[in-house]
């Protein structure tokens, strides 16, 4: 490095290996007046002498264009690898309450206004297609209902047997020290038929079913199948989401029937052989208990939740954005959605007709 007539001359490599000396020297001329940097006799650069260059354009506070003095290959490699022509990053406005609270009613509203259009597609579509099968494909009925039913039946009884068997023996523990061990069927056949048997099929649905819904409706989405599907005259809902509505609507009762028994079943087990309770006493106690509105009400709440769980996924299935990644995440809140929405109808359904509110 050398300095000469308000002119800075470097010569020879500016590479990673002579920066750091090369910029101890700089500081020697930093207060000279210097008006140009002559770089036609460097022979060897690389991205650490281009950052140099321009860290030393920065100090001086000189322009590129006027300043340097540059040989065809530093001129080549200044032009791919300087940072002095880059805009400067501009943070970005902060987003005042009031404006995050606008942006968020108007995304809810436009969402109402989506769900309440799905939702009434799905009911008209699945309505007329009880009577007219076009647009679905041959067997797509059948198809999902081995899948949400009979592939669902297992994981259903098995959990349903251990709720019964927890519930029952949790019970069991305090109905004993006060001898009322045959409430023990009561509290069976009450909580089972109207409360555990439903919400416990309806979660696992929702966990199973509704993530498959949203993530097949979001994969054909992102691969355009639906816009084909559109191009063909062939309404995405009836040849997608009908055949699910209906197959759910046959299978939700038989599910929820055999959660409820499978679940009594468990605390039939429990009653026998820690409370002392023979199988007919047990039998006899729950057919007392229950009455026509305990079942009503069961099963009619089911079909609602089921519903619901097909409207979930498909509505976050045809509103996903992205690719691969955007599938996941509507998978995920379609499940969650599904999940909150069945909690929090059971309990205003439990509030309604029981506690008349």
């Known amino acids: 490095m050398e300095y000469r007539a308000q002119s800075l001359f470097l010569d020879g490599e500016l590479t990673k290996h002579t920066v750091p000396a090369l910029n101890i020297e700089f500081y020697k001329y930093i207060d000279n007046a210097i008006t140009t940097i002559d770089l036609q006799e460097i022979s060897k650069i690389d991205s650490a002498g281009i950052a140099f260059i321009d860290e030393i354009l920065s100090q001086l506070e000189l322009h590129p264009a006027d300043s340097l003095s540059m040989n065809e290959m530093v001129r080549i490699a200044y ?6 022509e880059l805009s400067p990053i501009i943070a970005e406005k902060k987003i005042d309450i009031f404006t995050q609270l606008g942006s968020g009613f108007i995304t809810f509203l436009k969402s109402v206004k989506d769900g309440t259009y799905l939702i009434a597609d799905i009911s008209y579509w699945s309505f007329v297609g009880i009577f007219n099968k076009k647009g679905q494909r041959k067997g797509s009925v059948i198809q ?5 039913g009979v592939d669902a039946l297992g994981i259903i009884a098995l959990l349903s047997m251990i709720l019964g068997l927890i519930l029952a023996l949790q019970s069991a523990a305090q109905l004993r020290q006060f001898g009322a061990n045959i409430f023990v069927a009561d509290l069976m056949a009450v909580s089972m038929v109207t409360e555990m048997g439903p919400i416990l099929t ?53 599910l929820v029937t055999a959660s409820t028994l499978i679940g009594i079943f468990g605390g039939l087990i429990i009653a026998v052989t820690y409370l002392d309770l023979s199988a007919t006493v047990f039998i006899n106690r729950v057919f007392e208990i229950l009455t026509l509105k305990d079942a009503v009400i069961g099963l009619g709440k089911s079909y609602f939740f089921a519903w619901v769980i097909v409207i979930i996924g498909s509505y976050y299935g045809f509103n996903v954005k992205g690719g691969a990644e955007g599938v996941g995440k509507v998978t995920t809140q379609a499940v969650v959605a599904s999940i909150f929405w069945v909690i929090i109808l059971d309990a205003l359904n439990s509030l309604i007709f029981y506690f008349k509110i």
């Open 79 to 84: 032009a791919t690898f300087t940072s002095a």
């Open 144 to 148: 999902q209902a081995l899948f949400i």
């Open 202 to 254: 309806e979660i696992i649905l929702a966990g199973r079913s509704g993530s498959s819904i949203a993530s097949e409706i979001a994969t054909m989405q992102v691969t355009e199948e639906i816009d084909a599907l559109k191009m063909m005259a062939i309404n995405p809902i009836r040849y997608i989401v009908v055949p699910k509505f209906h197959a759910i609507t046959i299978c939700i009762p038989l």
